[in-house]
């Protein structure tokens, strides 16, 4: 019997993959970029450059703040970052009920030499939270967790779209 089951199992998932090959499907690879070398500026020790440090991986050599930006093919300007908390919801007796949670970045890319290669952008994360006063410490942990999810998010974005620079 349990032989059986497996065999069937088996089958079911060499079907779904055929049917999805079939379809075009394939998942993403790493993305390849332009460029071997990159500086992020303001603040290269910042969360976000961090988290783009490590998804960049071993694909592209990031600058340390001392190496001068003449020696990077691509800068990346981090013009703003910010986050934003506003209530979107209340109560009929005034409570907060919900909060929408942003993070806007605004950014631009150069070269080494100064020649711009992307204008300034604007990426917005946004997510929204519910809220109850029973449970605060639940609830600022899950604001910590949101926040970083869209940070994750924005850093696909930005690796993205560095990878779509010719």
């Known amino acids: 019997m349990k032989r059986r089951s497996v065999v069937a199992l088996l089958a079911q998932a060499g079907l779904a993959s055929v049917l999805l090959g079939g379809c075009g499907f394939k998942l993403r690879g ?9 500086a992020i500026m303001p603040n290269p020790g910042g ?15 990031v600058l340390a703040p001392d190496e001068p930006l003449t020696q990077a093919q691509v800068v990346l300007d981090i013009l703003q970052e910010q986050h934003e908390k506003t209530v ?5 007796a005034g409570q907060v009920r919900e909060f929408q949670l942003r993070i806007r970045v605004k950014f631009r890319v150069r070269n080494g030499q100064g020649d711009e290669l992307m204008p300034v952008a604007e990426i917005v994360q946004r997510r929204d939270m519910s809220f109850s006063e029973s449970a605060v410490l639940a609830k600022e942990a899950e604001e910590v967790l949101l926040y970083r999810d ?3 998010d924005l850093v696909h974005q930005l690796t993205r779209r560095l990878a779509a620079i010719k």
């Open 88 to 92: 979107v919801g209340l109560s009929s």
């Open 47 to 61: 969360p976000l450059a961090l988290e783009l440090r490590r998804a960049l991986g071993n694909s592209v050599r």
């Open 150 to 152: 869209m940070q994750s």
């Open 30 to 38: 790493a993305q390849t970029y332009t460029f071997q070398t990159l």
